[in-house]
């Protein structure tokens, strides 16, 4: 098993920024890619940014590109995400999340952590 703790999140204005971070914890040797997902009121959870351990690839959403930044720490099994230039669509619940080994997909989640950006 895994626990993923989520913290950061926060009330900030539009064109500010927010860094989050997320901690795993259990049995995290091995680990094959963490991520940031998140969902807005009334809407499915949808993907942010990832990062593969191997190789170190990061990938991004369109709707994030360019503002946001994964980065991460295979050692401490640790995962941030650098939110800039934040806009009111940003709004949402953040999740970290953990896949064990390519294939699996994540298989473990975070509780979450609320980020409200105010137009």
């Known amino acids: 098993q895994v626990q993923l703790v989520e913290s950061g999140g926060g009330l900030v204005q539009a064109g500010g920024s927010l860094r989050l971070s997320c901690a795993a914890s259990?049995?995290?040797?091995?680990?094959?890619?963490m991520g940031w997902f998140r969902q807005a009121p009334g809407k499915e959870r949808e993907f942010v940014a990832q990062i593969r351990w191997a190789g170190g690839t990061i990938n991004y959403s369109d709707s994030v590109k360019g503002r946001f930044t994964i980065s991460g720490d295979n050692a401490k099994s640790a995962v941030y995400l650098q939110m800039n230039s934040l806009k009111p669509e940003d709004t949402a619940v953040y999740y970290c999340?953990?896949?064990?080994?390519?294939?699996?997909?994540?298989?473990?989640w975070g509780q979450g952590t609320q980020v409200t950006v105010s137009s």
């Open positions: 259990g049995r995290t040797f091995g680990s094959y890619s």
């Open positions: 999340a953990h896949s064990p080994a390519a294939g699996l997909g994540y298989a473990y």
